[in-house]
């Protein structure tokens, strides 16, 4: 991008905050650190009084990315890092994308599921937290970030994060643990039962699927509804023995596969990093020019149509690599071959230039 | 005489207004009682010899606040750690014996407070986690979780308990100019404490996987590894061909070192010929930290090799 490309985009960005509402919450103890075209994190402890300060700090010195500590520090602007007084922090969680510069519908849609899955079946049912003390985010990239703004979790350090964090990542989940045998009495089997919460719960409702839709898939015995039943009667009270079947531990294995699908890949190191800097809801990220987002909800939420910030004036572009199609503000971006140049809308050249896909044209 | 609340739980708030409104000064009596505190962590004696009889409930508090300002003068991880483990096994000890009403206020005052949901007792998700041990019996990933809660059981609960009490030891405040008899005695303790206690380790970094190196800057840092993580790392040693003195002489830097049960159960494991747990085990023990996919951390060495020669 040369120098005028350059300006061209920190224009656009700043005319962009100064119509932004951006509110970061206890804003006076968060620590910042912002970006340019070097790096994502340029500078760092940096401070603001209120969100006015910041906003106007967004409009006049308008960095590529500004990113917000998830920590709450008595000192945020203090150096070294001990001298900021930890107070405690959000408990985030990043959703990211492993893939090539542009994502494809299913790869947007897989991680907006699991975003999704991971607020109603991991923070709301498994953790109780509620609703209110979620901030869900797009991260104006590929993913998503869930900020947790809960006082109960607020507190917690690094190795008690990741427990919480292998928990919803299923890391080193191996369903034999959930079974065991009495020294006094081998031949019993004690498993998940009617009623288990947590991956002892998803376990055993699936299991008890596979028994009703398709029981030939564990055992080939368990195609006479009579053996079935008894199996599953002998579930319902955790009794896994009540069969002929002798491995049935190891023929649940079947099941066992099964279980990884209801796991979400969220980015450990993010987690458990307590000083974590993380970008601000509603800001502007660099290196696509999208929203950075607060959602209320994730359903039907679409990046490329609901996170475009500049419009569809057009703007004249030259492609510098080839650029698939894509849907891009209600419309379908054709695709473009390297050294086209086209008229684009304006978000989506912007997008381009900032992927380093295009450059401006006259 | 029963031994009073504070007494038992010298850690406590309770306990600590007491020897505030109380005019204790320190005197050789309970500095004696404090080095003795200490040295006996270092046995490993689990707290028995520095029972006093309940009627000496000051000397008791005194000794255990002039142990706490002797380590954070001496700032040496490994006595702080020897001392945490000795203490919070001693309070677990009057836990487990000790009346409903005074377990109920001490899981107040240490932050770990189950409630009774339908018939189960359950623990708050964040407080399990704040305290749970590193065991693999207690990931989270095993339990029992729903609408915030984790099951738990009485016995649980106490080593939760014990685990609380445990990192409260380790942490210490600073303090700037004790009083000469705290430096004095702190001498006189460390006169005491055999000198390859203290000695630092030595082994030579790189050469392991990230979750072997983790294991070991832990132990460098004299923290207390869970039963899979010795496990783990004895395993790895031996199989590195590490020579077994030199094994129980990086183990003896765990604060809860014991001599004899370590050399037996490295001869255990030599013996029987323990392998190393694989990729996946470790990552279900919680203390894969990296993700090599290299399937057993052993494969580290030839595996890098390999990286940096295709490179």
Excluded at chain 1, 189 to 200: A, F, L, N, S, V
Excluded at chain 1, 257 to 283: A, F
Excluded at chain 1, 318 to 323: G, Y
Excluded at chain 2, 64 to 79: T, V
Aim: some cysteine; aromatic content about 10%; overall charge positive.
């Amino acid at each position: 991008m040369d120098e005028g490309e350059k300006r061209f985009i920190l224009r656009l960005f700043s005319d962009y905050y100064r119509k932004a509402e951006i509110e970061v919450p206890s804003v006076e103890q968060r620590e910042f650190g912002a970006g340019g075209f070097e790096k994502k994190i340029e500078s760092r402890h940096m401070g603001f009084e209120s969100n006015a300060a910041l906003q106007n700090y967004l409009i006049r010195d308008t960095p590529l990315y500004i990113s917000h500590s998830i920590a709450y520090y008595r000192f945020p602007r203090a150096t070294p890092m001990e001298n900021k007084g930890w107070m405690g922090g959000d408990l985030v969680f990043d959703l990211d994308v492993h893939a090539g510069l542009f994502l494809t519908k299913e790869e947007q849609e897989k991680v907006r599921g699991d975003a999704a899955r991971l607020v109603e079946d991991f923070l709301l049912s498994d953790f109780g937290i509620r609703r209110e003390s979620i901030r869900m985010v797009f991260s104006g990239n590929r993913g998503y970030h869930v900020h947790v703004m809960d006082p109960a979790f607020r507190m917690l350090g690094g190795e008690a994060r990741r427990e919480i964090s292998d928990y919803i990542a299923g890391k080193g989940l191996d369903y034999r643990s959930f079974f065991s045998s009495p020294e006094e009495d081998k031949w019993k089997i004690y498993g998940p039962k009617e009623g288990d919460r947590g991956y002892r719960g998803r376990f055993y409702r699936m299991a008890v699927k596979v028994l009703e839709e398709n029981p030939g898939a564990i055992h080939r015995r368990l195609q006479k509804p009579e053996e079935a039943a008894l199996l599953k009667e002998g579930m319902r009270t955790g009794l896994w023995s009540k069969t002929s079947i002798r491995d049935i531990v190891e023929r649940m294995e079947a099941v066992a596969k099964m279980l990884p699908v209801q796991c979400i890949d969220v980015d450990t190191g993010v987690t458990i990093d307590t000083k974590r800097l993380i970008r601000v809801p509603n800001t502007l990220h660099g290196s696509t020019g999208l929203i950075a987002r607060e959602l209320r909800s994730l359903d039907n939420f679409e990046p490329y149509r609901d996170a475009a910030a500049f419009g569809a004036e057009p703007i004249r572009i030259e492609a510098l690599q080839a650029v698939p199609a894509q849907e891009f503000l209600n419309s379908t971006m054709e695709k473009l071959e390297k050294g086209e140049k086209r008229d684009v809308p304006l978000s989506y050249g912007a997008y381009l230039l900032l992927k380093g896909a295009a450059t401006l044209s006259s | 005489m029963e031994f009073s609340f504070s007494s038992k739980y010298p850690f406590t708030s309770e306990a600590r207004q007491k020897v505030d409104s109380s005019s204790l000064e320190l005197n050789d009596e309970i500095m004696e009682r404090a080095v003795q505190r200490v040295v006996s962590a270092l046995k490993g004696e689990k707290g028995q010899p520095y029972r006093l009889h309940p009627s000496d409930e000051l000397l008791e508090l005194g000794s255990y606040a002039a142990a706490r300002m002797m380590l954070s003068y001496l700032k040496n991880r490994f006595l702080t750690g020897r001392f945490a483990v000795a203490e919070a096994k001693r309070a677990s000890a009057f836990m487990r014996s000790d009346s409903e009403e005074n377990l109920r206020k001490l899981e107040k005052e240490l932050g770990i407070e189950p409630v009774e949901i339908g018939g189960k007792l359950v623990l708050p998700v964040a407080q399990y986690v704040s305290f749970s041990p590193r065991s693999v019996d207690y990931r989270l990933i095993f339990r029992n979780v729903s609408d915030g809660h984790v099951e738990v059981n009485r016995a649980e609960v106490i080593r939760l308990m014990e685990e609380a009490v445990k990192m409260r030891m380790e942490e210490l405040k600073p303090i700037q100019n004790p009083p000469k008899i705290i430096q004095e005695y702190s001498r006189r303790l460390m006169a005491l404490v055999p000198r390859e206690a203290v000695m630092r380790m030595s082994f030579k970094e790189g050469d392991n996987p990230p979750c072997v190196e983790r294991l070991l800057e832990q132990l460098k840092g004299h923290q207390n590894l869970g039963h899979q993580a010795r496990l783990a790392l004895a395993v790895y040693l031996l199989a590195k061909n590490v020579p077994m003195e030199k094994v129980q002489s990086i183990f003896s830097n765990f604060p809860d070192y014991d001599e004899k049960k370590t050399r037996y159960q490295l001869e255990h494991i030599r013996k029987r010929g323990y392998s190393m747990p694989s990729c996946a085990t470790m990552l279900s023990y919680g203390l894969c930290v990296a993700d090599c996919r290299i399937g057993t951390p052993l494969r580290w060495k030839a595996w890098t090799k390999a990286k940096s020669g295709s490179s």
